[in-house]
């Protein structure tokens, strides 16, 4: 039982490329989460799943898209890679959106150059 | 949008010794979470409060959902070398599962 898994762990782009982060729950969740976490800020919450088959904005939803591809799987792309997009990104789940207690996966380190 | 206030930003302190740290909000929050993150690492749930005024402790963690929902604090007694990290409260706002965040509060331990 392996909870949250993300990948890549490490990712170095330059300014308009595009990625996909992949994250993948083992935990028969029905929501999931993208959040970005930046120095001095906490976690931000960037879009979500309350379940399959519907997404969601949250806070910082700019720039960035995502797919919920079935119910353990959760992806989100960044078309048009910039330096802003720097951060840490964590994916997280949980049983249902209704119960806070969301379980993260050890996070994607992105620079863009 | 909705902020949560969380202090202090950081602390030094001895081995053996209590830690408290808060977080307090202008909005009323259904459920107050806290979470300790390690260096490289994602945040890992501490403890869960789903009630107001409940406190509830997870070995040498104590947590309160304040009365009035919009505030909680988390104790940490007789601090040891790997409590160092950085903690978290979370707040969620209605059933939207949501989750909005303090700005974390790094713990320094000095053995």
């Known amino acids: 039982n392996a909870g949250v898994t993300q990948t890549p762990k490490f990712q170095v782009l330059k300014t308009g490329q595009s990625m996909t982060l992949q994250c993948a729950q083992d935990m028969n969740h029905n929501s999931m989460y993208w959040y970005r976490q930046d120095p001095g800020m906490g976690l931000r919450l960037i879009y979500y799943s309350a379940s399959e088959g519907t997404t969601d904005k949250g806070e910082v939803p700019n720039g960035y898209n995502v797919s919920r591809l079935n119910k353990r799987e959760f992806s989100l792309r960044l078309e048009s890679a910039a330096p802003s997009q720097t951060s840490v990104y964590f994916c997280?789940?949980?049983?249902?959106?209704?119960?806070?207690?969301?379980?993260f996966g050890p996070g994607t380190r992105l620079t863009v150059l | 949008g909705q902020q949560l206030n969380q202090s202090p930003q950081s602390m030094f302190i001895q081995e053996g010794e209590d830690v408290s740290m808060n977080c307090t909000s202008s909005s009323i929050f259904n459920t107050w979470l806290w979470y300790k993150q390690d260096p490289g690492e994602g945040p890992v749930l501490l403890i869960a409060?789903?009630?107001?005024?409940e406190l509830t402790s997870n070995g040498r963690l104590t947590a309160q959902f304040g009365i009035t929902r919009k505030d909680s604090f988390l104790n940490i007694s007789a601090s040891i070398p790997s409590d160092v990290g950085i903690y978290f409260c979370?707040?969620?706002?209605?059933?939207?599962?949501?989750?909005?965040f303090g700005q974390g509060t790094t713990l320094q331990v000095k053995p």
């Open positions: 409060l789903y009630k107001a005024g």
């Open positions: 979370a707040g969620q706002p209605g059933n939207t599962g949501k989750l909005i």
């Open positions: 997280a789940s949980t049983r249902t959106s209704g119960i806070g207690t969301q379980y």
